[in-house]
């Protein structure tokens, strides 16, 4: 069965500072994805990491993929306000040509001004 | 496009009662997946259509069904409903055999009293 851990679950950061949220996952997937979810909202896509080494960035937020380590983080840098959110990072793992996305427990990120 | 579309946003049902949720993939998608959020959790996941077809199931019980229609829109019920049933219900679309990532919906916040 296929399992993913976040951590940390919880992260309270002073605005400006730099943060590494850590996603690790139990078996070979195909696809990692980082979604953002605002309080009472539906799932925002922010990254899709194919490959292994794959690095992405937008803005603050940088993706990176070790598919030998199984493990992906998303770094934040110079945190602001905007960025409080929950995070969640997802595995997945085609079944017949079919996505089967896993997630992890979250990360509810708050910026402190 | 209008991307993947739910309904109801919000609907409050009675323990015992039945509810569906409705989902209209994006346009050129053919496959529906639908994913339960209880609070504080990450989306897990219920069951998959394609052509007309349950493909995969996650671990819930039978009261959890679902159908889809030759458009593709796919509509989820839940019978005999229990309070820990609250929760917010995301469905999501994608093509089955391409590289195409899954895109999800608003969500369908729905609340056992």
């Known amino acids: 069965e296929l399992k993913v851990e976040q951590n940390p679950l919880f992260l309270s950061m002073q605005e400006g500072k730099n943060y590494t949220i850590y996603c690790n996952y139990s078996?070979?997937?195909?696809?990692l994805y980082w979604y953002r979810q605002d309080p009472g909202k539906s799932l925002e896509s922010l990254f899709v990491?194919?490959?292994?080494?794959a690095v992405k960035q937008e803005g603050r937020l940088m993706a990176s993929l070790d598919t030998k380590a199984r493990l992906s983080t998303l770094h934040i840098t110079a945190a602001v306000h905007d960025l409080s959110a929950t995070y969640f990072c997802?595995?997945?793992?085609?079944?017949?040509?079919?996505?089967?996305?896993?997630f992890g427990t979250g990360t509810r990120l708050t910026i402190i001004p | 496009d209008a991307g993947v579309t739910q309904s109801p946003t919000h609907l409050i049902k009675t323990r015992g009662q039945q509810v569906t949720l409705r989902c209209s993939p994006k346009?050129?998608?053919?496959?529906v997946s639908w994913y339960q959020q209880a609070l504080g959790q990450g989306p897990q996941f219920i069951f998959q259509y394609y052509e007309e077809e349950e493909r995969q199931r996650g671990n819930f019980p039978d009261r959890f069904s679902g159908h889809q229609f030759p458009n593709y829109s796919s509509e989820l019920n839940v019978n005999a409903l229990l309070l820990g049933d609250s929760a917010l219900y995301l469905c999501?679309?994608?093509?089955?055999?391409?590289?195409?990532?899954?895109?999800f919906g608003q969500g369908t916040r729905l609340t056992v009293v």
């Open positions: 999501a679309s994608s093509l089955t055999g391409k590289d195409t990532e899954a895109f």
């Open positions: 990491l194919l490959s292994n080494g």
């Open positions: 078996t070979t997937s195909d696809r």
């Open positions: 997802a595995v997945d793992r085609k079944y017949f040509g079919n996505e089967k996305l896993t």
């Open positions: 346009s050129g998608h053919d496959t």
